[in-house]
């Protein structure tokens, strides 16, 4: 499932991220704009998005740009719960991106293919925030009225 905005030219969700200026909470998202570069965009009131000139050639990278953009305005990623790779060995699990909590909560038993990886993944203990956004995300893009 790839979570997009109305705009067609508007890439792939990967992550969000969330900035607090003007007196409140922004999102932030990141976008895969095309092979290999990741672009910011923050959710305006319209629940429409801009996008900032922060980006990178990497998730990490634009990951770190946006710390180094952004960390007087309080950055901080959502959190998304962790990832565990299939079979299990042992493994305490790494962050997961926002795409990758989407691919597991969506899937029937949760386990889906990572295409970067080549293994199944499953994800678990996403914040309520995080499976929140992704409700009302998925919400606007089909049309639901909450």
């Given amino acids: ?16 991220a969330c900035i607090f200026a003007q007196g409140r909470w922004h ?20 629940q429409h998005e801009e996008e900032t000139p922060v980006s990178g050639h990497t998730i990490e990278e634009a ?4 710390v180094r953009q952004w960390k007087e305005q309080s950055f901080r990623t959502l959190q998304c719960g ?8 042992d493994e305490h ?3 997961a991106l926002f795409h990758q909590m989407v691919a597991s909560y969506s899937s029937s038993n ?5 295409e970067e990886l080549g293994n199944n993944c499953f994800v678990q203990n ?21």
């Fill in 63 to 66: 990951l770190r740009l946006a």
């Fill in 126 to 146: 996403a914040s309520d925030e995080a499976q929140k956004l992704w409700k009302r995300l998925y919400q606007n893009l089909v049309g639901i009225k909450p």
């Fill in 1 to 16: 499932m790839t979570l997009t905005t109305s705009k067609p030219q508007v890439g792939k969700l990967i992550h969000v």
């Fill in 93 to 95: 699990g790494i962050n």
């Fill in 27 to 46: 999102y932030l998202f990141l976008r895969k704009n095309g092979e290999g570069h990741f672009t910011w965009h923050q959710e305006l009131q319209s």
């Fill in 110 to 114: 949760g386990i889906y293919y990572d």
């Fill in 82 to 89: 962790f990832r565990y790779t299939l079979p299990e060995r």
